[in-house]
């Protein structure tokens, strides 16, 4: 049996969901969902990282590097190798190693800030970016599908960090085109 007091509680708990919804963030999740905004940037979210999952675990080229068990913990040594070893650039050595490690985590950078305000900073994005890589090279490693390289954990951060100053942009013009309607 409810108390007089907990009856109160209890009344005061669902006024306050009802009539103050802003104070509950899942109700500005729910509401954001309700609006489609975010439900179509998290489908684009999951679809990057099955992508992603396809491309650095079961591709074609990580079949022909399967069974290798190689590792650099030197920061930017396979990067300067590049460039002191430089003899012309292949299409596979830009997009594989620089531009494919930068270019695969923009997304990543710049969707998580439009799913949520928790991603709202450089420090988080670049957190997130930081583990994310840190798991897939450790992941790569152990099941001999790549080699460990801190380079790639750098490149593929740099990546989200330009996906993320992209998605600030993209918020301040929405931001700006909103209060210019008003």
Known sequence: ????????????????????????????????????????????????????????????????VHGIIDYNIIPLKSIISYFVNFNGITIQLATDNLFGNIFAFIPLGLLLPMISNLFLSYRKILTVACLTSLLIEITQFINRVGTFDIDDILLNTTGAIIGYSIALVIIQLVYNKKRQSF
Not at 29 to 46: A, S
Request: glycine share 2%; hydrophobic share 55%.
């Open 1 to 64: 049996m409810i108390c007089f007091t907990e009856h109160i509680n209890l009344q005061l708990l669902i006024e306050t969901c009802i009539y103050y919804p802003h104070y509950w963030s899942w109700f500005v999740i729910l509401e954001k969902f309700r609006n489609g905004k975010v439900i179509i940037t998290v489908i684009l979210l999951l679809i990057y990282l099955l992508i992603l999952a396809y491309l650095l675990f079961f591709s074609n080229y990580r079949n022909s």
